[in-house]
């Protein structure tokens, strides 16, 4: 039966789904919906909306709801007023009235009026009633007998059950805030006897990353560094009496030891300061104490490999040579027995897979068979293992697989949700990672217009996932851009002002870039395909897409000549990575650069390209349109900012100066093509933002810039005291 009502005299377990206003909570299939469309939510975040909308004839205490929503775990207020938050966004009205109120000194309560949908609905007819004394059919005896066999069996069982719940019944360990500062801990490493727990955190005023030691039942973490560069990647020696880590500065990187107790530290050997940030961890120590293995390079331009360095001397090997489709091999983690190295090879920084290369040399093994983002890994105490953090389940977790090619991945438990980076003790056994929460949505600022000064940011696109890589149509009526609020990265459209949106590819996962064609009418994409990443086009108004690239190769980044005709696209089809155009219906490609390059655009007069290096090296290039002289334009923009760029007719918008990824928000620069001058402009609002490819879009009237923030950011460690 429906029934409809603003409140219930008893919460009632058996309703399929609750409607209020344009919503619709299917609790049976777990799933929020608006208008139709699904409405993304984290497991927790919706665990938190049932119980709301379930308890809404009463206040529900803060208590109430963190018994409810983390039965098994024991976790802090904020991670419930995170989820209020989150459920706030999801359910934002026109007029700012809030469905979720908060009740001072009591806790939450939900507001709306609901109806509600029993799970044996009007729709199910019941069974017909039998007449007094009417036999039953062969039929019917035949279920009651059936039916009677089925009890007899379960109750057998279930009295067996009962005579070993202790055995069976085995609860699942608990996870429990480790820290809960302000800011970002990142890339916990617990101590070999799991006593002690290192990490890197951006400190009180998140303004530098150093290396911090905190012992489990201690309440204050101890500072062990304290320079102006960026201290990252701490890991411990096999006897648990040094710390070993990753120092990033302008001036270059570089490992560096020190007693856990704090002291001199030693230099153990030089590496290239051109990082992905704080995305992985980058440095790990051998069981035996001889040497390192740290993802580096050998010069600038190449790519991103694992090498063993000697604790000696810091004499280097090269470990690993990826393939011209990867992109780089991240976040080594030596075998409990030292004798392999387990690593992430990328094609793109949310397609990854977790192989494993022998230490005494030798080509590398694939673990994991499918491509997800996979944020860290560590090894089982007992190397049969490897824990990982990936969102193959639609949201990051914690995941384990045996460490052989062809295992099946399972969930750990507790499932680490928002988990990001892990560590195992080698001795206890104990687990630590960070939970991390962040919320990136689609911005718009003002540009200047006229001599007056730039306006103010206005937030356009937004859900409780990644909205990004937004770029306006040359006709200025749409936009499209980059999201995963279905569950995978995919293909969205709206107006230009934000509103309507609606997603154009159904299937596939979307890598990273919308690019229009000059008529409004086509947009190009790159998307995996058999574990590379090739290029499509498919019509605005929505259709079949068209392959437009075959070889085993990964081509990214598309953008249109500006006539049309064809498609300016990196690839890494030479062995480096280089700007490669290709006619727009498919053909021969041929190569426009070959001193590196990536992130391609266009003049106004399509005689030049202009383009970046990527994280190679800093400072935006150009180029005939047809290959040529390849001369740098604005030399100061930092490696780290490659895709923060959009050139107009006067000039180049760029972002630049600054350190990257610390407070305050770097300056948004315009370049002027005629006095060769840089001016700023104005300021990102947000501490944080998505570093990516073509994040900066200036729409036709050049009134408006497109680009992603950091809305929210932070990062817990959590501990787990043992793992099964």
Not at 174 to 196: C, W
Not at 530 to 537: E, F, I, P, S
Not at 571 to 593: C, D, E, H, K, L
Request: hydrophobic share 35%; with cysteine.
């Amino acid at each position: 039966m429906e029934s409809s009502q603003s409140k219930s005299s008893a919460p009632s377990r058996d309703i399929a789904q609750y409607r209020f206003g344009a919503y619709e909570l299917d609790v049976t299939h777990r799933q929020l919906s608006r208008d139709g469309a699904p409405v993304p939510l984290a497991s927790k975040v919706l665990d938190t909306l049932i119980e709301l909308v379930r308890h809404r004839d009463a206040v529900m205490t803060r208590e109430e709801l963190l018994a409810a929503i983390w039965p098994d775990v024991n976790v802090e207020d904020s991670n419930l007023t995170q989820n209020i938050f989150v459920l706030r966004k999801a359910l934002e009205q026109p007029g700012g009235e809030r469905l979720i109120v908060t009740v001072p000194g009591k806790g939450y309560r939900f507001v709306s009026e609901v109806t509600e949908i029993h799970a044996h609905s009007a729709a199910e007819p019941a069974p017909s009633p039998q007449p007094a004394g009417t036999p039953a059919s062969p039929t019917r005896r035949s279920w009651v007998l059936l039916a009677a066999a089925v009890l007899i069996v379960l109750g057998a069982a279930i009295g067996y059950l009962a005579l070993r719940r202790d055995s069976l019944a085995t609860p699942a360990p608990a996870a429990r805030f480790l820290t809960s500062l302000p800011g970002n801990e990142n890339q916990p490493a617990l101590s070999p006897d799991g006593t002690l727990v290192a990490f890197s955190w951006n400190g009180e005023d998140q303004d530098n990353y150093d290396i911090y030691i905190k012992g489990l039942a201690a309440e204050t973490p101890v500072r062990l560094t304290s320079q102006a560069s960026e201290e990252t990647s701490p890991v411990w020696s096999a006897d648990g009496r040094r710390l070993a880590f990753v120092r990033l500065s302008p001036a270059g990187g570089a490992i560096y030891t020190i007693d856990a107790h704090g002291g001199d530290e030693k230099l153990i050997a030089p590496i290239f300061s051109q990082r992905f940030g704080f995305r992985v961890r980058h440095l790990d120590w051998s069981p035996d104490g001889a040497s390192f293995a740290v993802d580096d390079k050998s010069n600038e331009e190449d790519t991103v490999s694992i090498f063993l360095v000697s604790a000696a001397g810091g004499a280097r090997q090269r470990l690993t040579s990826p393939p011209a489709r990867s992109t780089s091999d991240l976040a080594p983690r030596f075998s409990p027995d030292g004798k392999q190295v387990a690593f992430i090879r990328s094609i793109a920084p949310h397609l990854r897979a977790i192989y494993l290369v022998p230490t005494a040399g030798g080509g590398p093994r694939r673990i994991t068979a499918d491509l997800h983002w996979i944020g860290d890994l560590d090894w089982s105490p007992d190397g049969r293992e490897l824990i990982y953090s990936t969102d193959r389940s639609g949201t990051p977790a914690l995941w384990r697989t045996q460490a052989v090619p062809g295992s099946t991945p399972q969930p750990l438990r507790p499932s680490g949700e928002n988990a990001q980076f892990v560590s195992l003790s080698r001795r206890k056994g104990n687990l630590a990672y960070t939970q991390a929460v962040t919320d990136i949505n689609i911005w718009r600022l003002r540009l200047p217009v006229n001599g007056e000064p730039a306006g103010e940011w206005t937030r356009l696109l937004n859900s409780t996932r990644e909205d990004s890589v937004a770029h306006y149509s040359p006709d200025g009526k749409h936009i499209g851009f980059r999201s995963d609020r279905s569950g995978v990265p995919a293909l969205w459209l709206s107006d230009a002002q934000g509103h309507q949106p609606l997603q154009l590819l159904k299937t596939g996962a979307l890598a990273g870039t919308v690019a229009w064609s000059p008529d409004s009418r086509t947009i190009a994409y790159d998307v995996l395909i058999d574990d590379t990443l090739q290029l499509l086009t498919v019509p605005a108004s929505g259709g079949k897409p068209t392959q437009i690239t075959f070889d085993r190769s990964s081509h990214v980044l598309p953008q249109w000549s500006p006539d049309g005709r064809n498609l300016y696209y990196s690839s890494n089809q030479s062995g480096t990575w280089q700007v490669w155009r290709i006619p727009a219906s498919g053909g021969s490609s041929t190569p426009v650069t070959r001193q590196g390059g990536c992130c391609a655009r266009f003049s106004p007069d399509g005689k030049t390209i202009y383009y970046a290096k990527g994280y190679s090296a800093g400072g935006i290039w150009k180029t005939p349109a047809e290959g040529g002289v390849e001369e740098v334009v604005i030399p100061e923009v930092q490696a780290e900012y490659w895709g923060f760029w959009a050139v107009v007719e006067k000039g180049i918008y760029f972002l630049g100066g600054g350190t990257p990824g610390v407070p305050p928000p770097p300056p948004i620069n315009f370049y002027d093509f005629n006095t060769r001058r840089t001016t700023t402009i104005a300021h990102h609002e947000k501490p944080g933002f998505l570093m990516g490819a073509y994040s900066y879009s200036i729409s036709p009237d050049r009134r408006y810039l497109l680009t992603s923030q950091l809305d929210t950011s932070g990062s817990d460690i959590m501990l787990i005291d043992a793992v099964r």
